[in-house]
């Protein structure tokens, strides 16, 4: 049997939100007899924590790219990088995001070891000249949309090593209707009127407004349902949250809407909803949908990005145009009065997360891609 080879991840991690969560459960499914994980966090924080509590290797660095304003700094976090993957044996060093890679990427170069990173939100040409220096050996997307605009934008950077690896979901075994009414006792939830919630990050691309907005029409046309919120504005420490709550009390909708806060136990709370609404402006993919398909609950989305790479519109769930609060609310309205349409998305959605979108097929696929980029050595 053959040695396994250590894989050195390197996460920015400003905070623990959908690609932290991403990484976490992809270094959770690797095969131990093939890559073992070793984690670098830039940050002391929830990710830190979350990957000492399920037992992965890590250790927090300073994670920063090369500046004028900064080069010590820079060529520090590069040293303590290499040092670190020396130290660790690294047959991969493995960005989980663009803004941790020049790290990775020099000290890979330094090492003579493959370099690797994933890219998981847009940015312009120069953006992505800037971030990865040298060129990784291979560049993973989440998302046939983030390829396809970044090869547009930066050919020679991309056209010849990238490649789409979507992300993987925890596929739980699905709650009987005691367990979700449990779950809605625990958040403090109305027993049996409908709830339609927004989850993950609280910010202005998720579509926080056209989300109030919809529930505003809803509630005047006599819709009967509740409004979820369930996620916090991390990176503007809840700033956008308590903007969202006096718009709604402003609208007079308080009455209708939970804020639920941000929950680290988040996927888990996802079955008490009857729809997740993902009405984004920009989404690269999107944990909240692929978390709301795993639960088989249907997902009204923006037509944007990787949203309908998951989403089959009028199979599992509904598409509708982004910055669009009527039809968002149409589309969530005809799925509150149609149960049996909700209970058939609901199903088809879970079903599609099996096939497309298991942890099992993301491994493999991956240390797939390892071993290929090991070979070419």
């Given at each position: 049997?053959?040695?396994?080879?250590?894989?050195?991840?390197?996460?920015?991690?400003?905070?623990?939100?959908?690609?932290?969560?991403?990484?976490?459960?992809?270094?959770?499914?690797?095969?131990?007899?093939?890559?073992?994980?070793?984690?670098?966090?830039?940050?002391?924080?929830?990710?830190?924590?979350?990957?000492?509590?399920?037992?992965?290797?890590?250790?927090?660095?300073?994670?920063?790219?090369?500046?004028?304003?900064?080069?010590?700094?820079?060529?520090?976090?590069?040293?303590?990088?290499?040092?670190?993957?020396?130290?660790?044996?690294?047959?991969?060093?493995?960005?989980?995001?663009?803004?941790?890679?020049?790290?990775?990427?020099?000290?890979?170069?330094?090492?003579?070891?493959?370099?690797?990173?994933?890219?998981?939100?847009?940015?312009?040409?120069?953006?992505?000249?800037?971030?990865?220096?040298?060129?990784?050996?291979?560049?993973?997307?989440?998302?046939?949309?983030?390829?396809?605009?970044?090869?547009?934008?930066?050919?020679?950077?991309?056209?010849?090593?990238?490649?789409?690896?979507?992300?993987?979901?925890?596929?739980?075994?699905?709650?009987?209707?005691?367990?979700?009414?449990?779950?809605?006792?625990?958040?403090?939830?109305?027993?049996?009127?409908?709830?339609?919630?927004?989850?993950?990050?609280?910010?202005?691309?998720?579509?926080?407004?056209?989300?109030?907005?919809?529930?505003?029409?809803?509630?005047?046309?006599?819709?009967?349902?509740?409004?979820?919120?369930?996620?916090?504005?991390?990176?503007?420490?809840?700033?956008?949250?308590?903007?969202?709550?006096?718009?709604?009390?402003?609208?007079?909708?308080?009455?209708?809407?939970?804020?639920?806060?941000?929950?680290?136990?988040?996927?888990?709370?996802?079955?008490?909803?009857?729809?997740?609404?993902?009405?984004?402006?920009?989404?690269?993919?999107?944990?909240?949908?692929?978390?709301?398909?795993?639960?088989?609950?249907?997902?009204?989305g923006s037509r944007v990005g990787g949203?309908?790479?998951?989403?089959?519109?009028?199979?599992?769930?509904?598409?509708?145009?982004?910055?669009?609060?009527?039809?968002?609310?149409?589309?969530?309205?005809?799925?509150?009065?149609?149960?049996?349409?909700r209970a058939r998305f609901g199903h088809?959605?879970?079903?599609?997360?099996?096939?497309?979108?298991?942890?099992?097929?993301?491994?493999?696929?991956?240390?797939?891609?390892?071993?290929?980029?090991?070979?070419?050595?």
């Amino acid at each position: 049997m053959s040695v396994p080879r250590r894989v050195v991840f390197l996460t920015w991690a400003p905070f623990f939100s959908g690609a932290e969560r991403a990484l976490l459960l992809t270094v959770q499914h690797l095969d131990p007899q093939r890559y073992v994980p070793h984690v670098i966090v830039g940050t002391d924080g929830e990710t830190l924590q979350a990957l000492q509590a399920a037992g992965i290797s890590c250790e927090r660095l300073e994670l920063r790219p090369l500046a004028r304003s900064s080069p010590i700094a820079g060529l520090r976090s590069i040293w303590d990088v290499t040092r670190a993957a020396r130290r660790l044996g690294a047959a991969i060093i493995h960005s989980n995001d663009a803004p941790s890679y020049q790290p990775g990427g020099y000290a890979a170069w330094l090492l003579r070891v493959p370099a690797v990173t994933h890219i998981r939100f847009p940015d312009s040409g120069p953006g992505y000249s800037w971030f990865l220096r040298p060129i990784p050996e291979r560049v993973l997307f989440v998302s046939d949309a983030l390829r396809g605009d970044a090869t547009r934008v930066c050919p020679t950077v991309f056209d010849a090593r990238s490649t789409v690896l979507h992300d993987g979901v925890r596929l739980p075994a699905l709650p009987d209707p005691g367990a979700r009414a449990a779950i809605r006792v625990t958040l403090g939830l109305p027993a049996t009127a409908p709830v339609v919630a927004l989850t993950g990050q609280v910010s202005e691309i998720k579509g926080i407004w056209e989300f109030v907005e919809a529930s505003r029409l809803l509630a005047s046309q006599g819709v009967r349902a509740t409004f979820a919120v369930l996620g916090d504005d991390l990176k503007g420490k809840g700033a956008l949250r308590r903007a969202m709550e006096e718009r709604v009390a402003t609208l007079g909708l308080a009455s209708h809407f939970h804020f639920l806060g941000f929950r680290a136990d988040a996927p888990a709370l996802i079955p008490a909803f009857d729809i997740v609404a993902v009405p984004s402006h920009v989404e690269p993919l999107g944990n909240a949908t692929l978390e709301a398909m795993a639960v088989g609950v249907p997902v009204v989305g923006s037509r944007v990005g990787g949203i309908p790479e998951m989403v089959v519109d009028g199979e599992t769930g509904r598409l509708v145009p982004p910055r669009d609060p009527v039809a968002l609310a149409g589309a969530i309205g005809d799925l509150l009065a149609d149960g049996d349409t909700r209970a058939r998305f609901g199903h088809a959605a879970r079903l599609r997360a099996e096939s497309a979108f298991s942890l099992a097929t993301h491994a493999s696929r991956l240390q797939a891609l390892y071993d290929e980029v090991l070979g070419r050595r």
